[in-house]
């Protein structure tokens, strides 16, 4: 075989070792195969030593990493659980925008689906680079319009989620889906091959050529040059199919006969029969000459490594094919029985009856390379060692930083988003887009679901151990402003080249961080994704994204009823700040704003305090003391307390008493910290509660029928700006960035 075509598909070294396991040369089926089943987006041979330090037990989880999905318990009594993940669609979203999004969320929502989960909620992490770029804007508009359209059409609502923008995703945006299921504990389903005999069933969709090495794409970098070629490894979804197949399967899975479901995801027909194969123990043999195909002329290479969507593969009891193909059927769906379980653990392919591929399972799974890449601190961070924030020259103008920063593409009003979604279908969604976090009700249940999707790159980059603590500390914290009980997290940890000693150095210690912080606030990571190569070769280098690991952190409410919101209530109420001013902008808007960049240590965090907090604000919310909590970051305070107001266009005023600068207090981004009002009735109340649980506490306020925004600092008035006003610049700076308005 060609030298040039074999290392298309594997390095020369990973060739070397797969002609040694199979004691031949492959065939370009199987090298393709190999290529799929050993592509980093597959068997995470460059993180999977690093991931097994994340915890993933906990008495309310019910099924960790390892499946489709990760599931927790909701209601022990009534035995309801939640399914949920994450999962990164960046490349194909930045080649084709519109179905490289909406791609991404058919994807996550199979592998809830595929658990038996009935899904009933998404979200999605999204970065771009700076709208000053048309090309950026176009991205970012098809990806909204993407998401939007599967979303929609599926009837799955989109409930939140969060969006950065940074020069670091210019050519390279990342687009992170999650989607969450409800399913109860006796009816979950897992994809794992068992009995001998048993036929495999593939049901869904016809197969074409999309898609095609689309988990390879994911595992390598490319050039703008590139662009036009790869745009045939994109993916393209049909919604109305996927809600089809959600129904089938659903229906299907109430009647006996159904040993194990997967999704076709990454690598398609291929990932799905190995990945089944390999969990039971067993073998797989295909007949690919039964595939259902939209295509003429499509080879046995093309119909295992094609990526269409909508595509599902079942393994059933032998003598009951036909009752389950029936339920597909019923659906308009096809549904052929393509293969049968074996006992020789080997993935067997034919094609009108001749043998075309034999692999063991084994070689493609447990024997896919395992790299324990060097890493050294990367050369800015010892740079920014000698970084003094005091030589950021103090505002004359404290009102317009605050509308500056209120026009701010990352802190101003998603709305012009979260408006194209349908985030009310299927009437579980009770705390909309907007908050600190989204809030579900549970049907048949008293308990509530709320979820929270963070990360903060700036932090990550600047300190990356730092900001991976972090991104699961503030994902938590906007859970626990609702009144929920963090409960676990997943996560899409995307990160450039492994191969790059100073890029592995940022994935090692953010997930040591993200390790750490799962342990004290104990969110176990109970399903996840790991995105490399998130960089684009240009003439002058290549650019990298920043050290992103989204975190999405699901919390359980007792009581759905006594879910808390994030903005001011009633006219009177005390404004009280709990956790402590540092005065720290470093990774902060505000830095961005008066200096273009960010230097620095980052912030940092205290885990045992931020344990502390959450647990107080958790049981606070409970007894009914607060009316509103609302977790300070981007922007810090002087945001935050306007984000508080908008809702009702009330006014504040507020009074800092800190020996701090000024704009280091009203802008900086410490941790730790929520700001939350409470009624004049229950000030002493709460303000004992929150000394008794070693939370400092201080009166900073009062809410006001005045609707003008005052901020001062020691008796100095510093911000006065009308509420309305603000929510103006707020509500409107997004949408007119995207429209190149001020570009």
Excluded at 561 to 577: N, Q
Aim: with cysteine; aromatic share 8%; net charge negative.
């Amino acid at each position: 075989m060609d030298r040039r075509l074999i290392e298309q598909h594997v390095t020369w070294e990973e060739y070397e070792k797969i002609k040694k396991l199979l004691g031949r040369e492959p065939n370009l089926v199987e090298l393709g195969i190999f290529s799929a089943m050993w592509s980093e987006h597959c068997s995470y041979k460059s993180s999977r030593p690093h991931l097994k330090k994340f915890p993933t037990e906990a008495p309310w989880v019910v099924q960790g990493p390892g499946e489709n999905a990760g599931i927790i318990m909701v209601d022990e009594e009534k035995q309801i659980c939640a399914a949920f993940k994450v999962e990164s669609h960046n490349h194909p979203s930045y080649i084709e925008p519109f179905h490289g999004a909406a791609t991404g969320v058919g994807g996550i929502l199979r592998d809830v689906f595929t658990m038996g989960a009935r899904p009933v909620a998404c979200m999605d992490s999204l970065r771009f680079g700076e709208l000053s770029d048309p090309k950026m804007r176009y991205v970012a508009k098809g990806v909204v319009s993407g998401i939007s359209h599967y979303g929609n059409c599926v009837g799955v609502p989109t409930v939140g989620g969060e969006v950065y923008f940074d020069p670091c995703y210019q050519t390279n945006p990342l687009v992170n889906a999650f989607a969450l299921g409800i399913v109860r504990k006796d009816k979950i389903f897992y994809a794992r091959a068992a009995g001998v005999g048993n036929p495999v069933i593939y049901v869904g969709a016809k197969t074409g050529r999309d898609g095609i090495h689309g988990a390879t794409m994911a595992s390598e970098e490319f050039s703008s040059e590139e662009e036009v070629e790869k745009k045939v490894n994109v993916q393209v979804g049909d919604p109305f199919m996927e809600k089809l197949l959600i129904e089938a399967c659903l229906e299907a899975m109430e009647k006996e006969g159904i040993v194990a479901i997967q999704d076709m995801g990454a690598a398609g027909l291929t990932s799905s029969s190995v990945e089944m194969a390999s969990r039971g123990g067993v073998g797989v043999e295909l007949w690919l000459d039964r595939v259902p195909t939209r295509e003429e002329g499509m080879t046995p290479y093309e119909i295992m490594l094609s990526e269409s969507q909508e595509r599902m593969l079942v393994v059933c009891e032998r003598g009951k094919e036909e009752e389950i193909m029936e339920v597909f059927r019923k659906w308009d769906l096809d549904a052929v029985v393509i293969g049968e379980v074996i006992e020789e653990p080997v993935l067997r392919l034919f094609w009108h009856g001749e043998k075309v591929a034999e692999l063991p399972i084994k070689a493609l799974t447990d024997e896919a390379p395992v790299y324990y890449r060097p890493f050294k601190v990367p050369h800015y961070i010892l740079e920014n060692a000698s970084y003094d924030q005091n030589s950021i020259p103090e505002p004359s103008d404290y009102a317009e930083v605050v509308r500056k920063l209120l026009a701010s593409p990352t802190i101003a009003s998603k709305r012009w988003i979260w408006e194209q979604y349908d985030h009310m279908v299927q009437i579980n969604t009770v705390v909309y887009p907007g908050g600190d976090a989204a809030v579900l009700r549970v049907k048949e249940s008293e308990k509530g679901i709320a979820i929270s999707s963070d990360c903060n790159s700036r932090y990550c980059y600047l300190n990356p151990y730092e900001g991976g603590k972090i991104a699961v500390a503030e994902a938590a914290r906007n859970v626990a402003c609702t009144g929920a009980v963090p409960r676990a997290i997943t996560d899409c940890l995307n990160f450039a080249s492994p191969e790059d000693p100073e890029i592995m150095w940022q994935f090692v210690k953010a997930t040591d961080g993200m390790a750490d912080a799962c342990k004290v606030l104990e969110t176990p990571v109970v399903s996840g994704n790991v995105s490399f190569y998130n960089e684009t070769k240009t003439e002058e280098g290549k650019r990298a994204v920043f050290p992103t690991p989204t975190v999405v952190c699901v919390g359980v409410l007792d009581n759905v009823e006594k879910r808390m919101t994030s903005f001011f209530k009633e006219p009177g109420d005390y404004i009280l700040l709990l956790g402590e001013n540092v005065g720290n902008v470093s990774g902060s808007e505000y830095q961005k704003l008066v200096e273009g960049e960010f230097k620095g240590r980052g912030q940092t965090i205290d885990l045992r305090f931020e344990k502390t907090l959450q647990d107080a604000l958790v049981e606070a919310i409970g007894r009914g003391l607060l009316k509103h909590a609302h977790d300070v970051s981007e922007g810090g305070i002087a945001v935050n307390l306007f984000e508080s107001a908008f809702e009702r266009e009330l006014g504040f005023e507020v009074d800092l008493d800190d020996d701090l600068r000024s704009d280091f207090l009203l802008f900086g981004e410490d941790q730790s910290r929520v700001v939350v009002s409470v009624s004049p009735e229950k000030l002493q109340e709460a303000l004992a509660f929150f000394t008794e649980k070693t939370v400092p506490v201080k009166v900073i306020g009062r809410v006001t029928d005045s609707g003008v925004g005052v901020i001062k600092h020691k008796g100095k008035r510093l911000v006065e700006i009308p509420v309305k006003e603000a929510k103006e610049i707020y509500e409107t700076a997004l949408e007119k960035a995207l429209s190149g308005e001020g570009n």
